[in-house]
């Protein structure tokens, strides 16, 4: 019996496309997860190819190794892709031809009850991907109602953050807050009865509280510029995201490597001398079709940007 790591890929032809596989170059798949990208990867490389798998996640690493198993153009890492470049190094390898950023929670994660990362299971208030530091809930026991409504406020843009937070710290004063449903609850009863009936009042809060227990934002942009730095000239960098904090940062930096002079426009000769290092596959990012969206609802605030290195 196999190790079970099911996630259902989003944009899944559009991603492997936009990477252009060549038969013998070199890729990354930062967020191996259960590995479909990777596979999809493999399929297009010839015998000199060569792809690192990365993944936080001891659960992912485990399933990636037993699928690919045997293959000796696979490696596979246990780690954090903003650490690829440090990774690479040990390999002995100087550039890459591709690299791959799945951002965010997969479905394994989401599924799997006891990790804690959904409102619709009871189970451990955990949310942790590298299943190592501190958890949801030691920030939800421990973290000032200040520092929580921030929390909330930055990464779940939840219009009721200072309520909900000054709710969860009255609460903890009974008894700690442990599980998925002791704080789906006290969310639910410190917003208006109105907030209840637009969809589960736990949603933004969880988002929040998972990108803040992963530091997903502050891992996304050092992995970002990781990810850019061991590109070859004409490799691409393909990234999906879920949320539009996550795709404000892939936008932002990407168009930055794309921009050329800084210089004020009235300058007569640009004294900067900055060069662009990179252009967009697509001006607009890709997103899911009709068919998409119906077969998998989780997909409906992905998008797919990928830049190629000048």
């Known amino acids: 019996m196999g190790l079970e790591f099911n996630h259902i890929p989003v944009l899944f032809e559009e991603t492997v496309a936009s990477l252009a596989v060549r038969p013998d170059g070199v890729y990354v798949d930062g967020t191996a997860g259960g590995g479909n990208h990777s596979a999809a990867i ?3 490389l010839g015998e000199a190819g060569r792809l690192i798998c990365l993944d936080r996640d001891p659960d992912a690493v485990a399933a990636v190794r037993e699928r690919f198993a045997g293959d000796g153009r696979v490696t596979v890492v246990q780690t954090n892709y ?5 990774v690479l190094t040990g390999l002995g390898i100087d550039g890459v ?6 951002i965010g929670v997969s479905s394994h994660q989401l599924d799997t009850a006891e990790r804690g990362f959904s409102f619709h299971n009871n189970a451990p208030l955990d949310m942790r991907m590298s299943q190592e530091g501190a958890t949801a809930a030691d920030l939800c026991n421990t973290l000032s109602w200040q520092q929580l409504a921030e929390i909330f406020t930055r990464y779940g843009e939840e219009k009721w953050s200072v309520r909900i937070a000054r709710a969860i710290c009255a609460e903890r004063e009974k008894h700690p807050i442990d599980t998925t449903f002791a704080l789906a ?11 209840r009936r637009a969809g ?3 949603r933004r809060v969880f988002q929040a509280l998972r990108i803040a227990v992963n530091d997903e934002l502050g891992e996304l942009e050092r992995g970002l510029e990781a990810a850019f730095g061991c590109l070859v000239p004409e490799g691409r960098l393909s990234v999906i995201t879920f949320h539009s904090l996550e795709d404000r ?6 168009a930055g490597w794309c921009e050329g002079c800084t210089c004020p426009p009235e300058f007569p000769v640009c004294v900067c001398g900055n060069r662009p290092k990179a252009r967009l596959l697509t001006r607009k990012p890709t997103v899911p079709s009709e068919e ?8 409906r605030s992905s998008k797919l940007r990928t830049c190629i290195k000048l």
């Open 42 to 44: 493999l399929g297009r």
């Open 82 to 86: 903003s650490a690829m470049a440090e």
């Open 97 to 102: 031809h591709g690299v791959l950023l799945d």
């Open 185 to 195: 609850d006290v969310i639910a009863g410190a917003v208006p009865a109105a907030a």
């Open 200 to 202: 589960h009042p736990a």
């Open 249 to 254: 940062i892939v936008k932002q930096t990407m």
């Open 292 to 299: 998409e969206l119906t077969r998998n609802p989780r997909s």
